[in-house]
């Protein structure tokens, strides 16, 4: 009863209100009469017969489910006919009407039967298959009769099923749990299908297995056979390089005895060449000390002529200005992240560019540092400073004559290529050379 009141109310508040009703109606209508109250002590034993069925649990199935029902749906009408007549001033025993809303209430329990009491013995089920899975068992090895569960005997010992018992009366809707000898009906059927079902499942599972075996099995022995046809090939190209091998080093050979030999030849040629070379440079100093000492001693004068294309030479400072900056653009110094510290790979190329500026005369090398145009640009300068400085310093350190190296930072100033892309950026971090 209780589980009707929690899940299904609607239904009693339905009787209810019909209860409240009936006594307006029969104000209204004229049903009010000094009566017996014969009838309400009818209803009242049918009532009370009713109420001794469902507490005995001597009714099972749909049957007394819809017992139930019937019996709260009664017990509400009552209720609502004493909440109604309260107004006008009558109780059920004083006005003929009262059937009226008694029938009103026997078709709500029809609608109730047809709607919605097929639908509460598979809610159930759901609900106890759930705690007969979760405990360890079959969950199709049980039926329901209306709010009663029925358990086989095949379902194990009296312990386990006493204790699977206590486990099913705490879901709510079982008014009691029952022990029979074998299921029946739709519950067999379904246990005797997936009976069925997992012999079926086991016999797959046991052709699927010996497939896979057979399976297996043949791909050892192809894999057997295509490493023995894999080594086979494999000894074949072996004894083909090997020979390639012996042939390459013979011919490798000829040629470089040929080559040896023309090396010695091309040797004697060249040393037959330069002696006759230092013996015409000897005659031809020989011929120039005579003509010197023939003509009058004259101070040397500074000519600059011009080249075969008419271009007068470059100048000592240019020349220096030339060489440097094709090493500074040959090769790139490199720093590490965000920091003025030189990356070691650029070492060889600061002690190539300090072998360049020793042949430099004397002058003022500027060396000038500059940044992409990320980050803010103050701090941009600062480090194309300290970046330049650094240069400077590892210069000096190498020994670069009587060439005075200047440090600027130019930050992000003067930029080569595009800062929107990072090759653009890249070419932007650099350090320039400029001769004053």
């Known amino acids: 009863m209780l589980y009707l009141v929690t899940h299904y109310w609607i239904w009693l508040a339905a009787a209810f209100v019909v209860g409240a009703v009936t006594p307006l109606l029969a104000q209204k209508f004229g049903w009010a009469a000094d009566l017996e109250n014969y009838w309400v002590s009818r ?5 009370a017969v009713a ?33 109604g007549g309260i107004a006008p001033g009558l109780l059920p025993v004083r006005f003929e009407g009262w059937w009226v809303g008694l029938f009103a209430t026997g078709l709500i329990l029809a609608v109730f039967g047809i709607t919605t009491l097929p639908k509460l013995e598979p809610d159930l089920r759901e609900r106890v298959a759930d705690v007969v ?11 329901v009769a209306g709010r009663d569960v029925l358990l086989p005997a095949d379902l194990g010992s009296d312990k386990v099923r006493a204790a699977l018992g206590e486990q099913i009366l705490k879901v709510p809707g079982v008014r009691r ?25 086991a016999k797959a599972k046991a052709e699927a297995a010996a497939k896979e075996a057979a399976a297996k099995e043949a ?29 390459a080093a013979a011919e490798a050979a000829a040629k470089e005895a040929a080559a040896k030999e023309a090396a010695a030849k091309a040797a004697a040629e060249a040393a037959a060449k330069q002696a006759a070379a230092d013996e015409a440079a000897k005659k031809a100093a020989d011929d120039a000390a005579k003509q010197a000492a023939a003509k009058p001693a004259a101070a040397p004068a500074e000519i600059k002529t011009a080249n075969a294309t008419g271009a007068l030479p470059a100048s000592p400072a240019q020349d220096c200005q030339g060489r440097v900056s094709a090493l500074a653009s040959a090769e790139k110094i490199n ?3 965000r920091s003025a510290v030189i990356d070691k790979a650029s ?32 701090a941009n300068i600062a480090l194309s400073k300290r970046r330049a400085e650094a240069v400077v310093a590892s210069l000096t350190k190498a020994g670069i004559g009587s060439v005075k190296l200047v440090a600027e930072g130019y930050g992000s100033a003067k930029p080569i290529a595009s800062n929107d892309t990072a090759e653009g950026r890249a070419q932007n971090r650099r350090i320039e050379f400029v001769v004053k």
């Open 335 to 337: 720093f590490e992240r």
């Open 177 to 201: 749990v029952a022990d029979v000898d074998d299921l029946s009906g739709a519950a067999l059927a379904a246990k005797t299908v997936a009976k069925l079902q997992a012999e079926a499942e």
């Open 43 to 47: 209803v009242g034993v049918v009532l």
């Open 133 to 143: 899975k979760e405990a360890g068992a079959d969950p199709l090895n049980f039926d």
């Open 219 to 247: 791909a050892a022995k192809a894999a057997k056979d295509a490493a023995q046809k894999h080594a086979a090939a494999k000894a074949k190209a072996d004894a083909e390089a090997k020979e390639a091998a012996a042939k």
């Open 51 to 83: 109420l001794v069925l469902v507490a005995a649990q001597l009714a099972s199935g749909k049957a007394e489910l819809l017992l139930e029902a019937g019996v709260g749906l009664v017990i509400a009408y009552f209720v609502g006919g004493l909440a």
């Open 347 to 378: 070492q060889p190329l600061l002690d190539k560019l300090a072998a360049a500026i020793k042949q430099c005369p004397a002058v003022t090398i500027e060396v000038a540092g500059y940044t992409d145009g990320a980050g803010k640009k103050s």
